[in-house]
């Protein structure tokens, strides 16, 4: 799931009357499966909920009554500034809590799986924070010490998601020197750490020029293939 910046919005535009199409079509399971490239009977079940999910702010309402349903695959949420995008976002990760409506996973509630859910949980917010001392590899051994993952498994990790997230060159390098871009690949990298099932990037391409752009956006479908 990844909220869409406005340099997006075109191409996902032109998408979603593809997709449109297909859905008003005589047989739209058949032309979503040639669409996506899946095979015949293989859709997935389902993977998170969202029913009638509503959050408040005192008087001013957030998120109203939002209901989806989602499988493997990439989502962009795409809406103005202040239409609630962020807020789905941090309730779908547990940061806030619905005024009314469930999320859940497989089934379950999300707020009761609590620490099950989050070790299928990779987040990278908008802005996140990092220490500008520390170097890429440093970083990357930090969070996972802070989300639980042994030493040994963790240096495997970093060594393999740097690599993944094309930032080998600058495994050394303090974050305080890297560009926007790859201080946004090395957020990519932090919420992969623990191999999640459920990704969540907040306007990951706001503020890149177009070539980072582009390399984002296939980084993110490289990823999604089995999330």
């Not at 969202?50 to 209901?67: C, M, P, Q, R, W």
């Not at 609590?114 to 987040?123: A, P």
């Not at 080998?168 to 990298?189: D, P, T, Y």
Request: glycine letters at 8%; charged letters at 25%.
């Amino acid at each position: 799931i990844y909220q869409v910046s406005q340099d997006d919005e075109k191409d996902v535009s032109r998408q979603g009357e593809k997709i449109y199409e297909i859905l008003i079509s005589d047989d739209p399971e058949m032309e979503l499966e040639k669409y996506y490239d899946i095979a015949p009977n293989s859709f997935l079940k389902e993977f998170a909920g969202v029913s009638y999910l509503t959050k408040e702010f005192g008087d001013f309402t957030a998120v109203n009554h939002i209901n989806l349903t989602m499988t493997n695959g990439v989502y962009g949420l795409l809406g103005v500034n202040g239409a609630g995008k962020t807020t789905l976002m941090r309730m779908l990760c547990t940061l806030l809590k619905p005024t009314s409506g469930t999320i859940c996973c497989n089934g379950k509630d999300i707020f009761s799986m609590d620490s099950e859910y989050r070790k299928l949980l990779g987040y990278l917010p908008q802005d996140f924070g990092f220490y500008p001392e520390f170097t890429v590899e440093d970083y990357l051994l930090y969070i996972g010490a802070l989300k639980g993952i042994r030493p040994i498994v963790a240096k495997k990790r970093v060594k393999e998601l740097i690599a993944k997230v094309g930032l080998s060159k600058v495994a050394h390098k303090k974050m305080k020197k890297l560009s926007g871009g790859m201080k946004r690949r090395a957020g990519i990298a932090q919420a992969m750490l623990n191999n999640p099932k459920i990704l969540i990037l907040d306007e990951p391409t706001a503020g890149l020029d177009p070539n980072e752009r582009i390399r984002f956006r296939n980084l993110i479908s490289e990823l999604s293939e089995d999330r």
